[in-house]
């Protein structure tokens, strides 16, 4: 079994100073990419009539998926699954990422200020110097946040913040 890969424009990896001073035109268009044959926007499209309830969608499985400096702002990843997906840098800011499953996922330096993790399973994700001011972890097991992304989140009392020591 091979890992899934995404067809883009550039795979050369950025240094931590360029994706902080990264511009729009930096990073790759959701439109661009493919998973699994389909192009990401169709996924997302079928996905959407997901949430609403319409029979005619389907879940989004983007397990394993490279999404790897992806513009993906203010999408609805919402019971999304992103089991092992490679999300370091992308752009999630103001996404709607509730009840979706980012287990072992790789978030580091993704910028997820202000997103809803309402219930998002974290178990195993490396949130290593992502951007998490604002973000909001609700009903997340204390452990799994912790262990997600050390030093950068308080777990005291409900609902959880993100934001001590993190960049917004």
Known sequence: MHATRFRVK?????????LLHSTEEDLKS???????GKKLSEIMESHARFTRGDTSGARADLSGANLAGADLHGMNFAYALLRGANLEGADLHQ?????????????????????????????????????????????NPPAAVSSACPGSCST?????????????
């Open 10 to 18: 550039s795979e050369r990896r950025r240094s931590y100073p360029e």
């Open 30 to 36: 959701f439109k661009s990419i493919r998973h699994k």
């Open 95 to 139: 996404a709607r990422l509730t009840f979706a499953d980012f287990s072992r996922a790789r978030l580091v330096r993704a910028d997820l200020r202000s997103c809803d993790l309402t219930e998002t399973n974290l178990a195993g994700a490396d949130l290593s110097e992502a951007q998490l001011g604002g973000t909001e972890l609700v009903r």
């Open 156 to 168: 005291r009392g409900s609902p959880t913040w993100c934001g001590s020591r993190t960049r917004a």
